[in-house]
């Protein structure tokens, strides 16, 4: 059963953006993948499609020419409903303390994820969710 209708990966090591696609493919809980390396190719693509359903963005924190940080502060300031049209989790193979509680605390995004991520973990996690989440994207708890 698909829970994700799109599932965007940005990640600007090709190694790990290719093990996570591997990795994907035993998985059956997303429609469709992408995956990109840079946040700018990643919003072009997100702010042309037209997205339905529950959407989920899984994004390294730190790119070498931005943190994730700097590509939620864009979306939230050119196109805020990209908000509300994707679930946001961050990853990073750091465990910075500082950078987990800024993410426990930040509203845009839904979770942090260890890299190497636990694909089998997060699946289960979207299916507990999933009853959450409305068309378009929207939350309701």
Same mark, same amino acid.
């Given at each position: 059963?698909?829970i994700v209708?799109?599932?965007?990966l940005?990640d600007?090591?090709?190694?790990f ?7 994907l493919?035993?998985y059956?809980?997303? !429609?469709?993948m ?5 946040f700018?190719?990643?919003y072009?693509?997100?702010k042309?499609s037209?997205?339905?359903?529950l959407?989920?963005v899984?994004s ?5 020419? !931005?943190k !994730?940080?700097?590509?939620l502060d864009?979306i939230?300031?050119? #196109?805020?409903s990209?908000?509300h049209?994707?679930q ?5 193979c750091s465990?910075?303390?500082v950078?987990?509680?800024r993410?426990k605390?930040?509203?845009?995004v839904? #979770? ?7 694909f089998? !973990?997060?699946? #289960?996690?979207?299916k507990?969710? #999933?009853h959450c ?7 309701f708890?």
């Amino acid at each position: 059963m698909n829970i994700v209708n799109e599932l965007v990966l940005i990640d600007d090591d090709q190694d790990f953006l290719f093990l996570y696609q591997e990795l994907l493919s035993d998985y059956h809980f997303y !429609a469709s993948m992408v995956a990109f390396t840079s946040f700018e190719e990643a919003y072009l693509h997100m702010k042309t499609s037209k997205p339905m359903g529950l959407n989920v963005v899984i994004s390294d924190l730190n790119l070498t020419l !931005a943190k !994730a940080w700097d590509f939620l502060d864009m979306i939230e300031q050119q #196109s805020p409903s990209l908000l509300h049209d994707y679930q946001y989790y961050i990853c990073s193979c750091s465990s910075n303390p500082v950078d987990i509680r800024r993410v426990k605390n930040d509203p845009r995004v839904v #979770s942090f994820l260890d890299k190497p991520i636990d694909f089998e !973990a997060f699946e #289960s996690e979207l299916k507990a969710h #999933s009853h959450c989440v409305q068309p378009g994207g929207m939350h309701f708890s």
